[in-house]
């Protein structure tokens, strides 16, 4: 069997020690059948622990990467996108990657420019990466080959957390390829908690609404998904459905402690349901 050929990615940013590496890591893990990734600096310093740390609490282990002079490339390889990731970088690269075949810009905020203590740095890490990781995976899937929409149900008991979730970050990853709808058997109201940490990846849901499963009765879809078990155990019949899949999360209703231990354990169900459904979903 022949294999595939890959394209030659190159992730730019000033010193290669946080934003270009982060992204690095996430292209191999999302895009490694497609892609091969590298990343460098115009001024390499070491990559910074803490893009280590906020990496590997979402099962991307970046340890092994080191940090790179942009002049191990020059000359040595051709790149059919060179991605750059901060705004100095930006300025240089024209002039250093004249072949780059498609130069695109996506700017994040430097996370090792906090000022704050170890915790809150850490916490800057962690938006930044989030911003990373969703940039990434909707230009993977903008550049999926699908020409109509696959229509997607999410089923959970309320229609109150989780299928709330998972319509809304399908919709906005992948919203080219997919149109997400979400119901529950019986349904409740929207957790607030929810709305909170879906808000912080900038998706407002709060004028969503809890909608029965009835209510899409009759209709066609290529897969309908339960997100929780009671829901897997009293899915109706959908007899439009090409597939039906199954995936429990935990319940954010049933989570306890103080205001900031819950939402932490709501973030973990939503960045779950957003990495499956990545690594679920095709194009």
Same mark, same amino acid.
Request: hydrophobic share 35%; net charge negative; aromatic share 6%.
């Given at each position: 069997m022949q294999e595939i050929s890959k394209e030659n990615i190159l992730i730019l940013c000033l010193q290669n020690s946080a934003r270009s590496q982060m992204a690095e890591g996430f292209l191999k893990h999302y895009g490694s059948k497609w892609y091969q990734v590298y990343?460098?600096?115009?001024?390499?310093?070491?990559?910074?622990?803490?893009?280590?740390?906020?990496?590997?609490?979402?099962?991307?282990?970046?340890?092994?990467?080191?940090?790179?002079? %942009?002049?191990?490339? *020059?000359?040595? *390889?051709?790149?059919g996108h060179v991605i750059v %990731? /901060?705004?100095?970088?930006?300025?240089?690269? $024209?002039?250093i990657f004249p072949s780059a075949l498609n130069i695109l810009a996506w700017p994040f905020d430097d $996370?090792?420019?906090?000022?704050?203590?170890?915790?809150? /740095?850490?916490?800057?890490? #962690?938006?930044?990466?989030?911003?990373?990781?969703?940039?990434?995976?909707?230009?993977?899937?903008? #550049? /999926?080959?699908?020409t109509e929409k696959k229509r997607v149900l999410f089923l959970?008991?309320?229609?109150? &957390? #989780?299928?709330?979730?998972?319509?809304?970050l399908m919709n906005t990853m992948l919203g080219d390829l997919y149109e997400a709808h979400s &119901?529950?058997?019986?349904?409740?109201?929207?957790?607030p908690y929810v709305v909170r940490a879906m808000a912080e990846l900038d998706l407002a849901i709060s004028g969503n609404? &809890?909608?029965? %499963?009835?209510?899409?009765?009759?209709?066609?879809?290529?897969?309908? %998904?339960?997100?929780?078990?009671?829901?897997?155990?009293?899915?109706?019949?959908? $007899?439009?459905?090409k597939t039906r899949l199954h995936q429990a999360f935990a319940d954010p209703s049933q989570f306890t402690g103080t205001d900031e231990e819950i939402m932490e354990q709501v973030r973990q169900v939503r960045d779950q349901i957003r990495r499956w459904l990545v690594q679920t979903f095709p194009c």
């Open positions: 990343s460098a600096g115009f001024d390499p310093a070491p990559v910074n622990p803490l893009a280590v740390t906020a990496m590997a609490e979402v099962g991307v282990d970046i340890s092994g990467q080191v940090s790179k002079s %942009v002049r191990e490339y *020059l000359g040595k *390889l051709s790149f %990731v /901060c705004k100095k970088a930006e300025e240089q690269c $024209p002039v $996370p090792a420019a906090c000022q704050g203590s170890e915790e809150e /740095c850490l916490q800057e890490f #962690r938006r930044v990466r989030n911003e990373i990781e969703l940039q990434v995976i909707r230009w993977l899937a903008e #550049r /999926c080959e699908q959970c008991t309320h229609n109150s &957390a #989780r299928s709330q979730m998972a319509e809304s &119901a529950g058997i019986e349904p409740g109201k929207l957790n609404r &809890a909608k029965s %499963v009835d209510e899409f009765s009759g209709q066609e879809f290529d897969y309908v %998904v339960t997100v929780c078990d009671k829901a897997g155990e009293a899915c109706p019949y959908f $007899p439009g459905a």
